[in-house]
Structure formats: C-alpha cells, structure tokens
C-alpha cells in the first residue's frame, strides 16, 4: 500500500519524459501513469495528486475523479480552465477541514468519452428509434460504462491500493466528476456500493446529452428507483447552475432528489444544491469545489464524551479479521487500583457521540452508565466500543454457523438477497467466528491487561443492536464461558430483510435449540423488539427463542424480552430502551 523506490523512480521517470504534458500544480505533487494497461478500455493517463508532506508513514483516504486532463493546470486544458483540484484541496487539508486524501485523475479518451460516461443500463428503458439514433451519435454504437467501472474497480483501485500509503474501504473511497462525469460517478455508486462511501456530481447530466429531453431522464429514473444504493454509509452531492446546459436540468435533478429522499436519505448524507448564475464548464465548478470537497471528505472527529473519558485505538490489527477503530470509555473516576466489569459493544462508531455519526443519532452509553452507576443502580463499567466493518458488517455479524446449516440453495437465496439490499457483494460469505475469536482472543486480553478489570465471565457482558444482536446473542452461545451476558436489541433474527420463504429464521431456532442446554444457569440475556419498522418483521422468532427459553428451562431471573411500545429500530430509541438491559445484567 506504498510507494516503493523503484516505483517512485518510474514515476519520476515518465514526469521527465513527458513533462511538457505533465501539469503544474500550486500545492502538492502528482505524478502520472502513461497510458494505463486495461483489459477493459483503451489505455490512458492516470495523474495522482498526493498533497504536500506525503508520507508512507500516513494512510491518506482516495478521491477517484473522472475527465482528469482538465483538473490540475488550465495551461495544459483544452479550453485553458480547470477545477484547481489541488488549490482547493491543499487549503481544506491545511485548515483541517477534510481528512488527508489524494486525488485520482482518470484521463477521458477522448472519441469514447461519451460511450464511458453514459450508463448503459439506461438503453434498455429507451424507445427503440430514441436508443437507436442515441446509439450512433453518442456512443458509436459501443456502449461501454460497465467495462470502464469495471477497469476502475477491477484494475486502477488495486493499483492505487498497492502503491500508495491509502486507506482501504468504502467509507475511505470516494468518485465524481462533472456533467457527464457526474452521471458515471452516480451509477458507480449504484452499481458497487460497496466500494465508495460518497460520490459527488457537479452539473450532472441527467438529459445525458447536449439537446434537452425527457427518455433519458425516464430511463434514470427508473434504474434508480429499482438499484437505489443503501443510505445507511453513503454521502451523495448533487449540484447545478442555471446557465449554459446546466439551465436545462433543475426539474430533472428535483426528480432525482426526491426520489432519493423517498428511499431514505438525509440531509446530513444526502444535498443538492443550485448555484444560481453558475455555468457548465470547469471555471464555474472551480468557484464552488470546496463544497463538495468538504461534505464528502469532511474531517472525521474522535468520538467525544462529557462524562468520562474515551481512549481511541487507531486500527486495532488482528489476525483474525481487517483492523478496525476501538473505542475504550472509562467512568470519570476509573482508578486502576479498582477493578471493573467490562462491556463489549458493536457498531462501537455510533455508542457516544451523536455529532461524529453517519445518522446524527447515538446510544449516549456513557451518560446511560454514568446516571445510572451514580444512583447506584449499576456498578462502575468500562464500555469497549467495536467499530463494525462497514461494507462486511453483516459478514461479520451473521451468524456463521446457522448460516452453513442452510443449504447451497438457501444459502444463495440469502446471498441473492441481500445483494438486492446493497449489503454484500457476490457470494455472501459470513466470517463471524473469526470476528468473536478476534474479540476473544485478541481484543479482551489487550484490554484486560491494559485495563483494570474484573476478567472473570460475570463481569463481561456483550451487546448490539440490530444485527449487532444477534451477533451478541452468537457470541454468548458460543463463549458461554467468556460471556456471562448478552444485551440483544431489536435483534435482526431474519438474516435478510424479508420473511417471506426466508429459510434464516428456521435455522437460527434449531442452533439455539442445540445450544441452549449447554450453556451454565448462570449465563444473561436481554432480548427486545420494537413495534414498528424492521422489527415488525422480528417479532415471529423473537417468541419462538422466548419459548426456548421456557422448553429449555432457563431460569427466570437470567433472560427478559421486552416487547416495546412506541418504539424504533435506531439508535435514539435504544438509548432510551438500554437504560432497563443494563440494570437487567449489571443490577446490583
């Protein structure tokens, strides 16, 4: 993931060979790839702007933009403008306002740019004598977004990620372009969700050619309505002026916003904006860069707490599964002299602090265990926060071994689902018994000898939400002797997002119907569901594993379901429902 010597020197190399091509820049320094190799496209130029003081001693996010001859010097552009990519980008950087990234220029070839650019899903909503004449004028008849997305992700992405000191993952990856390469960058989002965490159009083309119509924008609208990417870790930045092209698409854009809205974004992971006076061209993006730039890079904080303290490991390494962000909170008087119980929580990046969250929204555990440990209702806890694995969350989540009791059938049933969902990529894979042997193995002994804890299974508790509970209710099952508690809410015991012939729930009640008997009759659990939403669909199993309970003779005093009124599947609504799990295990 960094640049060696030799590499370094190749690069330098073709700086000197071609530098009248090569472009200035005010701040940083890019260096170029010569006609890059594809098996997908024709070759071409790829310029890398790293920022100032590059070290492989620092992992530096991705920015991926498209057209990228015209981003970094108007002396080298056709039309002497450009975006001032690397103008803007070092000042964010330098006022701390987005995180440290490089910039990815893909050079456009020119002839093909259209056929690159245009998403060729869309022909297939077209009318036939419409698609037809788009075909010859606009694509050559040789339609070819796919191949290009595909010499992205499949070639250029792994390229960058061997060479150069980047972070890895959607939430660190990032694609946009302008007009045409705007609308490429929307339908790459779409078509591999996995692989970028924010995408921004500047001017997208949603009438997907110079004369205004309404087929194009139809057919866009249709593909997204049935491939709409999943809100839950995507930031999207629309903008247009009304100038120049860009006059004709503020009622197409509207569309396009709303429908987005419709199936759940934001405003804090969803904006649009219209710059009025502005034009279609690199001058007009140029004045406006900064905003995009910061919505989609925007500097990630530390989760902060008012009460207690928070100590962040950056990128826990394992040998189990990819490294990830720890979060260790502490009660505002932790003494090492004095030992504590300790609670292991997923999803750890949303337990604190609402302001640093994708959603805007948190569990607060610190203040939960704070009021509630100062009227003596529980003891002083230390609260380990797991960052999930963002685009392999539900890999690591699922159980894996109710998953392999399924058949090859069922399992690419569930597979094909939850690709329908955005929540995996090909063949669904789950590894959640490395992801508990992680924590076994690795993280509760870092903690117990950094820490002072009480170590012994009455005094660690395990818990999440979501799918996170289920993974919690896994891991007791599991480490009965690790675990001596599980807080589940609102526990995804469906595996996908559907009930109907959806072979997961039957499987999940056959494992706990195995596993329940070997567990001590010392050993917690905390189970709720909610009445609205998601859980809708959770409450069928919810009382299947409640009569396990009662068949397998679990006593009373160690297992509680709540059937919550009035309730939600989010963060806000656990905070105010964890306030009884925790008096539940922790209770004096």
């Known amino acids: 993931m960094r640049i060696s010597l030799i590499f370094l020197f190749v690069y330098l190399h073709i700086a000197s060979f071609a530098q009248s091509a090569l472009p200035n820049v005010a701040s940083g320094k890019l260096l170029r790839i010569e006609n890059f190799q594809s098996k997908y496209v024709t070759p071409r130029n790829i310029d890398v702007w790293l920022p100032d003081n590059y070290s492989e001693g620092q992992f530096y996010d991705v920015l991926y933009l498209h057209d990228g001859q015209m981003l970094f010097d108007s002396a080298n552009t056709w039309n002497k403008q450009e975006w001032g990519v690397d103008e803007t980008m070092q000042r964010l950087i330098d006022e701390n306002k987005i995180n440290a990234t490089i910039v990815v220029g893909i050079w456009n070839n020119g002839k093909y740019r259209h056929s690159e650019y245009f998403p060729q899903v869309f022909l297939d909503d077209l009318r036939e004598d419409f698609k037809k004449e788009f075909l010859n004028t606009w694509l050559q008849n040789i339609p070819q977004s796919d191949n290009y997305l595909k010499f992205i992700t499949d070639e250029l992405m792994p390229h960058i990620e061997a060479h150069f000191s980047v972070n890895t993952g959607k939430k660190h990856t990032f694609i946009g372009g302008s007009s045409m390469g705007g609308l490429i960058s929307m339908y790459a989002v779409s078509k591999y969700p996995q692989k970028f965490g924010g995408v921004m159009g500047l001017s997208t083309a949603w009438i997907g050619q110079r004369q205004p119509n309404s087929d194009i924008p139809i057919a866009a609208f249709n593909y997204f309505q049935k491939h709409m990417p999943s809100p839950l870790d995507l930031r999207v930045y629309q903008d247009h002026g009304t100038k120049e092209a860009d006059q004709y698409y503020n009622n197409y854009q509207r569309i396009i916003d709303e429908l987005f809205r419709d199936f759940g974004f934001k405003d804090y992971n969803y904006k649009s904006l219209v710059f009025e006076g502005s034009g279609h061209n690199e001058t007009d993006w140029a004045k406006h860069l900064e905003i995009p730039l910061e919505y989609l890079l925007k ?22 599964i990819p490294g990830r962000n720890i979060d260790i909170w502490l009660p505002e008087d932790y003494h090492p002299n004095k030992k504590y119980p300790v609670l292991y929580a997923h999803d750890g990046q949303l337990l604190f602090d609402a302001s640093n969250t994708w959603n805007n929204q ?28 963002n685009a392999n969350r539900l890999q690591e989540y699922l159980p894996e071994k109710v998953f392999y009791q399924l058949t090859k059938e069922e399992q690419e049933f569930v597979s094909d689902k939850l690709n329908e969902k955005s929540r995996t990529n090909s063949s669904f894979k789950p590894y959640s018994d490395n992801y508990l042997k992680f924590i076994v193995e690795e993280l509760k002994p ?3 000898s950094s820490y002072s804890t009480k170590k012994d299974k009455a005094n660690t508790a395990i818990m999440g939400s979501s799918a996170g509970g289920i993974i919690s209710a896994y891991a007791l099952l599991e480490y009965p002797g690790v675990f001596g508690s599980a807080i589940c809410l609102s526990t995804h015991w469906i595996g996908i997002f559907q009930t109907e012939n959806n072979p997961f729930p039957g499987q999940v009640i056959a494992y706990f119907d195995e596993k329940l008997p070997l567990i001590g009759k010392s050993n917690k659990i905390f189970m709720d569901v909610a009445d609205s939403g998601l859980d809708i669909l959770y409450h069928p199993t ?4 409640d009569q396990l309970m009662i068949k397998h003779k679990v006593p009373e005093k160690n297992w509680k379901t709540i059937y919550q009124k009035d309730a939600e599947h989010t963060e806000s609504s656990w905070n105010k429902r964890l306030p009884e799990a925790l008096i539940f295990i922790f209770g004096r």
């Open 446 to 448: 870092f903690v117990d």
């Open 542 to 545: 919810q009382r299947k594993i």
């Open 299 to 320: 500097k990630r904080k530390l989760q902060e707490t008012p009460k207690g303290k928070i100590d962040h490991i950056e990128n826990f390494k394992s040998k189990y």
């Open 362 to 389: 948190a569990w607060d555990v610190d203040d939960i265990v704070t009021e509630l440990a100062e009227n003596g209702a529980i003891p002083e806890i230390i609260v380990v926060g797991i960052n999930n694995g």
